[in-house]
């Protein structure tokens, strides 16, 4: 593939002239190889490596529209994963629609088209398995191209606070998370810790479910679905099992202490931010990387439920991902 050699030739140099760091000819920052890619390696599906370390072989997309979904941001071209996840994307929509009254899926980041480091905003989303989804209902038409790139999702909670607004919060909400924690398939949600913590004061019933929402930074206008590593990829690395219990304990009070929301103190000495480089992931990511893929936008494969009719939207944007702005929040490993 030589192009895609010449690109890291030039980001070798780049980086050397500035001193940034030494580089191998082969290697470069993941983040640009990676960004640049704009459609998926052939073969079969393949999640390689952790959430926050790792990439995707065989990615599919999800069609922009469907009868019960919508995909937003499309410039960062974005909306591809790991089949499964496609799958189950469609399947959630279509559940929650039928049986929960949710008017459907406004859905953001999946993937890049071979998963990996993001040009800008996650620090996971890179084997295909993990999913944002609009805690804002799909409207009853379909969104522009320009109305997906500004129309911003709705906060949940009550002004700067750290709860829920009760104006705000219904009763479809709770059910769509539920929906979506029951199928086996999913290893956890997060959602902001306000959100947590009402599902803790208003869940009747059934709670086993809740031990797969965890609390987390930001969340608060969206959730964040995270699959298990799939059969067929056996190169994929899991996270820990999560407990049995239903999360509304200690662990849940500790997000509504100072603690985690104290800054970090300022570095007594300027700290070089580290890039990882595509040598930093498993190995068999170069070769994904390097891997033939589509000869045009037409051979790509998606989801099954595609309904573009009535809709400005192409099936796909392949354009190179711009730099969208993303909240600032305290890193931490999930």
Same mark, same amino acid.
């Given at each position: 593939?030589?192009?895609?050699?010449?690109?890291?030739?030039?980001?070798?140099?780049?980086?050397?002239?500035?001193?940034?760091?030494?580089?191998?000819?082969?290697?470069?920052?993941?983040?640009?190889?990676? =960004?640049?890619?704009?459609?998926?390696? /052939?073969?079969?599906?393949? %999640?390689?490596?952790?959430? &926050? $370390?790792?990439?995707? +072989? *065989?990615?599919?997309?999800?069609?922009?529209?469907?009868?019960?979904?919508?995909?937003?941001?499309?410039?960062?071209?974005?909306?591809? =994963?790991?089949?499964?996840?496609?799958? /189950?994307?469609?399947?959630? %929509?279509?559940?929650?629609? &039928? $049986?929960?009254?949710? +008017? *459907?899926?406004?859905?953001?980041?999946?993937?890049?088209?071979?998963?990996?480091?993001?040009?800008?905003?996650?620090?996971?989303?890179?084997?295909?398995?993990?999913?944002?989804?609009?805690?804002?209902?799909?409207?009853?038409?379909?969104?522009? $191209?320009?109305?997906?790139?500004?129309?911003?999702?709705?906060?949940?909670?009550?002004?700067?606070?750290?709860?829920?607004?009760?104006?705000?919060?219904?009763?479809?909400?709770?059910?769509?998370?539920?929906?979506?924690?029951?199928?086996?398939?999913?290893?956890?949600?997060?959602?902001?810790?306000?959100?947590?913590?009402?599902?803790?004061?208003?869940?009747?019933?059934?709670?086993?479910?809740?031990?797969?929402?965890?609390?987390?930074?930001?969340?608060?206008?969206?959730?964040?679905?995270?699959?298990?590593?799939?059969?067929?990829?056996?190169?994929?690395?899991?996270?820990?099992?999560?407990?049995?219990?239903?999360?509304?304990?200690?662990?849940?009070?500790?997000?509504?202490?100072?603690?985690?929301?104290?800054?970090?103190?300022?570095?007594?000495?300027?700290?070089?931010?580290?890039?990882?480089?595509?040598?930093?992931?498993?190995?068999?990511?170069?070769?994904?990387?390097?891997?033939?893929?589509?000869?045009?936008?037409?051979?790509?494969?998606?989801?099954?439920?595609?309904?573009?009719?009535?809709?400005?939207?192409?099936?796909?944007?392949?354009?190179?991902?711009?730099?969208?702005?993303?909240?600032?929040?305290?890193?931490?490993?999930?």
């Amino acid at each position: 593939m030589k192009s895609k050699t010449l690109l890291r030739l030039a980001l070798t140099a780049l980086l050397s002239l500035s001193g940034a760091v030494n580089v191998l000819a082969e290697d470069g920052p993941a983040k640009q190889l990676f =960004g640049a890619e704009k459609l998926p390696s /052939l073969g079969a599906p393949q %999640s390689t490596g952790f959430y &926050a $370390k790792g990439c995707l +072989a *065989g990615g599919v997309a999800l069609p922009v529209d469907g009868r019960t979904w919508q995909v937003m941001r499309l410039s960062r071209n974005r909306n591809w =994963g790991h089949p499964r996840m496609i799958a /189950l994307l469609e399947r959630l %929509s279509r559940d929650a629609a &039928a $049986k929960d009254g949710w +008017a *459907g899926l406004l859905v953001g980041d999946i993937s890049q088209p071979r998963g990996g480091p993001m040009l800008t905003g996650h620090a996971s989303h890179q084997v295909g398995l993990d999913a944002d989804i609009w805690l804002t209902p799909m409207p009853k038409r379909p969104f522009t $191209k320009d109305e997906r790139e500004k129309v911003e999702a709705k906060s949940m909670l009550k002004g700067d606070t750290l709860y829920v607004d009760p104006d705000k919060w219904t009763p479809a909400h709770a059910a769509l998370l539920k929906r979506a924690a029951g199928y086996d398939e999913v290893e956890r949600i997060f959602v902001h810790p306000g959100i947590k913590k009402k599902l803790c004061e208003t869940v009747q019933g059934d709670r086993s479910w809740m031990a797969k929402i965890r609390p987390y930074w930001g969340h608060f206008y969206h959730f964040h679905v995270r699959m298990k590593c799939q059969p067929g990829s056996p190169s994929c690395k899991p996270q820990e099992p999560i407990g049995t219990g239903d999360g509304c304990d200690k662990s849940l009070a500790w997000w509504f202490t100072d603690e985690p929301w104290r800054k970090a103190p300022e570095p007594t000495k300027p700290v070089k931010p580290k890039i990882m480089m595509l040598s930093d992931l498993p190995k068999l990511c170069a070769q994904i990387l390097d891997a033939p893929g589509p000869q045009s936008i037409d051979q790509v494969t998606y989801g099954a439920g595609a309904d573009t009719s009535g809709s400005d939207v192409p099936a796909i944007v392949p354009d190179q991902p711009e730099a969208v702005p993303v909240p600032k929040q305290r890193v931490k490993s999930k």
